[in-house]
Every structure is written in C-alpha cells, then in structure tokens.
T-cell receptor
Framework: AQKITQTQPGMFVQEKEAVTLDCTYD???????LFWYKQPSSGEMIFLIY????DQQNATEGRYSLNFQKARKSANLVISASQLGDSAMYFC??????????WGAGTKLIIKP | DAGVTQSPTHLIKTRGQQVTLRCSPI?????VSWYQQVLGQGPQFIFQ???????GRGNFPDRFSARQFPNYSSELNVNALLLGDSALYLC????????????FGPGTRLTVT
C-alpha cells in the first residue's frame, strides 16, 4: 500500500540556518511523483517542489531542494538560509495513479529570530 | 490571473444537515480535486473530476458527492453531517488529470455542531 511518513512532528530552527525535513515513502509502483507543500496558518496549500521517480537529478526551486534517494525511498526537503516567513506546516505528498495525492502527517516548522 | 477560489470561507452546520461547498479552478484548468483535512492531519483525497467526469474517489462514504459543471467549476455535497465531518475542505485544480502540479484554493472551514 502507498504510504508517506513524516517522522518530525515539529522543528525549531534558528533564522538563516539550513533545515532538512524528512519524508519517506512506500510504493510498489515504478512511476510516481513526490511533492512538498507549505501550509501557513491561513490554510492554503502552497506548492514548493516536485520530483518524478524517473528524474535523474534532484529537484531545486530557489531556496528549496529535494534530496531524493530512491533506493532508500526518501525524499527530504532542504530549505537553505531559513527565514521567519518559512514558519508553517510542511507536507510531503506522493502522486499515486493519475489523480490521487497521498499525504504525510506534516511537520510544523518554527523559525526562531 | 485569479487562482483557485472557494466559497464559503467558513461554515457552521448542525449534525444531520446538508452542505454544499463550491470551487472555481484556475482559468483553463479542466481538473478539480477535493481533499478533506482534519485538524492536525494531512489532507485526505475525496474526489477528482476531469472534463465533468469522476476520475477518482477516495475512501469516503456515499454521503459525500460531487459534480463538475461545463465551466469546470465544482461542487462538493455532504449529506447527513456528522461531527467528524468538521474539517478544512481543500479544492485543487490542475491542467489535466495527469498533471503533476495541483494548485490549491484557500479552503472552506466546516464546523459541525
């Protein structure tokens, strides 16, 4: 069965430090996609980064990068030079079949000034 | 261009009542997905519609139904509301049923008393 696991319920990080949010997944399908979304307290899901299972290189989007380790079924999000505005819930999700996203439980990230 | 819009923003209903939530996708997007996010958890997939046809359904009871209109907007209906239906309901649109990137609306927060 498809499953996403985020083992860090919460994290405190000092401003300007880099932070790594963990995500592991389980699927038997060879084709899948992995996403990271940010959810501020307002509730809206904001797309951050995407990694396809056949992509050879790790995805990067500005200060966000995805550390994709296929053999370990790991897709960690790395945020470089964290900012106060990065404080939010972060969700890892996996596209399954053509239409469904399966989500982890999320990690609450708090950036300290 | 306008993003995904949802209405209403907040809603309070009584157990046993019925509710209709509305979503307008990004202009040009033909696919709409609905998710339920209970407080403290990741979203759960409810439905996806593409070109007015249901393309996928999550593990939700028949009290949940949806439809998509010719202009690609969508409604989610929930009958016989239970206290456990209290959640944030998120709508996401994408260009095609297989498109990897889903854009989310601000959500409708439903409280059942």
């Amino acid at each position: 069965a498809q499953k996403i696991t985020q083992t860090q319920p919460g994290m405190f990080v000092q401003e300007k430090e880099a932070v790594t949010l963990d995500c592991t997944y389980d699927t038997s399908d060879p084709s899948y996609g992995l996403f990271w979304y940010k959810q501020p307290s307002s509730g809206e899901m904001i797309f951050l980064i995407y990694q396809g299972s056949y992509d050879q290189q790790n995805a990067t989007e500005g200060r966000y990068s995805l550390n994709f380790q296929k053999a370990r079924k790991s897709a960690n999000l790395v945020i470089s030079a964290s900012q106060l505005g990065d404080s939010a819930m972060y969700f890892c999700a996996m596209r399954w079949s053509n239409y469904q996203l399966i989500w982890g439980a999320g990690t609450k990230l708090i950036i300290k000034p | 261009d306008a993003g995904v819009t949802q209405s209403p923003t907040h809603l309070i209903k009584t157990r046993g009542q019925q509710v209709t939530l509305r979503c307008s996708p990004i202009s040009g997007h033909k696919s709409v997905s609905w998710y339920q996010q209970v407080l403290g958890q990741g979203p759960q997939f409810i439905f996806q519609y593409y070109e007015k046809e249901e393309r996928g359904r999550g593990n939700f009871p028949d009290r949940f139904s949806a439809r998509q209109f010719p202009n690609y907007s969508s409604e989610l209906n929930v009958n016989a509301l239970l206290l456990g239906d209290s959640a944030l309901y998120l709508c996401a649109s994408s260009g095609t049923t297989g498109s990897y990137e889903q854009y989310f609306g601000p959500g409708t927060r439903l409280t059942v008393t």
